[in-house]
């Protein structure tokens, strides 16, 4: 069996995810069709202190582009078909258009699971069938458009984050089990809904339906592409596969020995990690990578934490959701990847009103090179300008931050003390 180093592990991983493309002064949507075929999907999420999260991966691997790119491909048009759309791929994602009829098993299975995970038993049977004619009648609508015509009641809080209406419960299964698609987003990021034939190219609704084992192999397949090299748990979690044997040959570890067999995926040692690799016969290996790059909390280069700390040598947790005295760098904390290694992280805000991007904490981590500081600095700089923001304000809270502010300068720069 062959042996990678780490180093060539982290090296082969870099490429795949689109950091050894070259950037373009302006990119088109070639250059980001070519990005998304890198990572394969990018995770929709709500938060907005800085950047939605689907933007940032392009913005990470292709540098300052248009927005309405994105806007563009998810949303198409006469002349330009669509050609990415939201689904539960990972997570919430945009994934490309053709992957639909890949996740057709995956729909069937939630629709088996209709009464348990919804709570929507047989007689509420009307209530759903309402809400799709609504959708095919009005759409693209959002839940908040059918509250008022599907509401039972006033709404009770029962926990948490998941005061749903009953329109946007319905809503809700109805999009997993693929019987309406999501149109796009509106001004306040609620989802518009409508129904597939009018969201997807007809030649992707036309498409015969995988077997799950087909669609086990293809999203597998994506996801070795996107990984380079993987253990076979970071491989089923980018598509959020079973691992172990399902009965229906669509779990990953099935689709794992098919493309083996194939001659697709090579078995691999990586240094120092405990769980056998698969290297992608197609993964490139470049002698060195020259990217710098802010990354996103929902990257997928860093989606799988403890892949990220075997890469990288980095720990790394997101920090939303701890009370904040107990946060250990800060709300929004970007790695910092410099070269093929994250040499720092930083806490990040876009203060729009104010046109200010807020450096809330700076740290380097100990392998950092003595350029990480005006290295960040010039990335900092991009950012703000890609954010339409006029000036950055570092505030001293971590080790880095004195050097930051000394090398982005006073001019456009305050340290705030």
Same mark, same amino acid.
């Given at each position: 069996?062959?042996?990678?180093?780490?180093?060539?592990?982290? +090296?082969?991983?870099? !490429?795949?995810?689109?950091?050894?493309?070259? +950037?373009?002064?302006?990119?088109?949507? +070639?250059?980001?069709?070519?990005?998304?075929?890198?990572?394969?999907?990018?995770?929709?999420?709500?938060? #907005?202190?800085?950047?939605?999260?689907?933007?940032?991966?392009?913005?990470?691997?292709?540098?300052? *582009?248009?927005?309405?790119?994105?806007?563009?491909?998810?949303?198409?048009?006469?002349?330009?078909?669509?050609? /990415?759309?939201?689904?539960?791929?990972?997570?919430?994602? @945009?994934? $490309?258009?053709?992957?639909? $009829?890949?996740?057709?098993?995956?729909?069937?299975? *939630?629709?088996?699971?209709?009464?348990?995970?919804?709570?929507?038993?047989?007689? =509420?049977?009307?209530?759903?069938?309402?809400?799709?004619?609504?959708?095919?009648?009005?759409?693209?609508?959002?839940?908040?458009?059918?509250?008022?015509?599907?509401?039972?009641?006033?709404?009770?809080?029962?926990?948490?984050?998941? #005061?749903?209406?009953?329109?946007?419960?319905?809503?809700?299964?109805?999009?997993?089990?693929?019987?309406?698609?999501?149109?796009?987003? #509106?001004?306040?990021?609620?989802?518009? &809904?409508?129904?597939?034939? +009018?969201?997807?190219?007809?030649?992707?609704?036309?498409?015969?339906?995988?077997?799950?084992?087909?669609?086990?192999?293809?999203?597998?397949?994506? !996801?070795?592409?996107?990984?380079?090299?993987?253990?076979?748990?970071?491989?089923?979690? *980018? &598509?959020?596969?079973?691992?172990?044997?399902?009965?229906?040959?669509?779990? !990953?570890?099935?689709?794992?020995?098919?493309?083996?067999?194939?001659?697709?995926?090579? $078995?691999?040692?990586?240094?120092?990690?405990?769980? $056998?690799?698969?290297?992608?016969?197609?993964?490139?290996?470049?002698?060195?990578?020259?990217?710098?790059?802010?990354?996103?909390?929902?990257?997928?280069?860093?989606?799988?934490? =403890?892949?990220?700390?075997?890469?990288?040598?980095?720990?790394?947790?997101?920090?939303?959701?701890?009370?904040?005295?107990?946060?250990?760098?800060?709300?929004?904390?970007?790695?910092? /990847? @410099?070269?093929?290694?994250?040499?720092?992280?930083?806490?990040?805000?876009?203060?729009?009103?104010?046109?200010? @991007?807020?450096?809330?904490?700076? &740290?380097?981590?100990?392998?950092?090179?003595?350029?990480?500081?005006? =290295?960040?600095?010039?990335? /900092?700089?991009?950012?703000?300008?890609?954010?339409?923001?006029?000036?950055?304000?570092?505030?001293?809270?971590?080790?880095?931050?004195?050097?930051? !502010?000394?090398?982005?300068?006073?001019?456009?720069?305050?340290?705030?003390?």
């Amino acid at each position: 069996m062959e042996s990678l180093s780490v180093g060539q592990a982290r +090296r082969i991983a870099l !490429a795949a995810q689109g950091f050894l493309d070259p +950037r373009h002064a302006r990119p088109t949507l +070639r250059t980001l069709r070519r990005t998304v075929a890198r990572t394969g999907v990018l995770q929709v999420d709500s938060v #907005n202190v800085l950047q939605r999260a689907h933007y940032m991966p392009l913005y990470s691997r292709m540098g300052p *582009y248009d927005v309405d790119l994105l806007h563009r491909a998810s949303g198409g048009s006469g002349r330009q078909p669509r050609q /990415l759309v939201e689904y539960w791929a990972h997570v919430q994602a @945009l994934m $490309p258009v053709e992957l639909w $009829p890949f996740m057709r098993h995956r729909m069937a299975a *939630y629709r088996q699971r209709r009464g348990k995970w919804w709570s929507l038993p047989d007689t =509420e049977q009307a209530l759903e069938s309402g809400v799709l004619a609504a959708v095919r009648d009005r759409g693209p609508v959002t839940a908040r458009d059918l509250e008022a015509d599907f509401a039972s009641g006033p709404r009770v809080k029962q926990h948490w984050g998941w #005061n749903w209406s009953e329109a946007r419960k319905v809503l809700d299964y109805l999009y997993l089990v693929g019987d309406v698609a999501i149109a796009g987003r #509106n001004g306040s990021f609620e989802v518009l &809904y409508d129904v597939p034939e +009018r969201v997807l190219p007809a030649d992707v609704l036309d498409a015969p339906t995988p077997t799950p084992a087909e669609a086990g192999v293809e999203l597998v397949r994506r !996801a070795a592409r996107s990984h380079g090299v993987a253990s076979a748990r970071c491989l089923a979690d *980018y &598509y959020r596969m079973r691992l172990q044997p399902a009965g229906d040959g669509s779990d !990953a570890r099935t689709a794992i020995g098919t493309l083996v067999e194939a001659g697709e995926l090579q $078995p691999v040692q990586v240094q120092g990690w405990k769980r $056998p690799a698969y290297l992608h016969t197609g993964a490139r290996l470049p002698r060195k990578v020259r990217a710098r790059a802010l990354l996103s909390p929902f990257d997928p280069l860093v989606w799988e934490r =403890e892949r990220t700390e075997r890469l990288f040598d980095f720990h790394y947790r997101i920090e939303i959701y701890v009370p904040a005295a107990q946060r250990v760098h800060g709300y929004y904390v970007l790695p910092f /990847l @410099l070269g093929d290694r994250v040499v720092g992280r930083v806490d990040l805000k876009a203060d729009r009103q104010a046109g200010r @991007l807020l450096v809330k904490a700076a &740290y380097a981590e100990e392998s950092a090179p003595p350029e990480t500081a005006g =290295e960040l600095a010039a990335e /900092l700089r991009q950012m703000a300008t890609w954010l339409a923001l006029d000036d950055i304000v570092v505030e001293p809270r971590g080790d880095l931050a004195p050097a930051l !502010a000394a090398e982005l300068g006073r001019r456009r720069t305050t340290l705030e003390l």
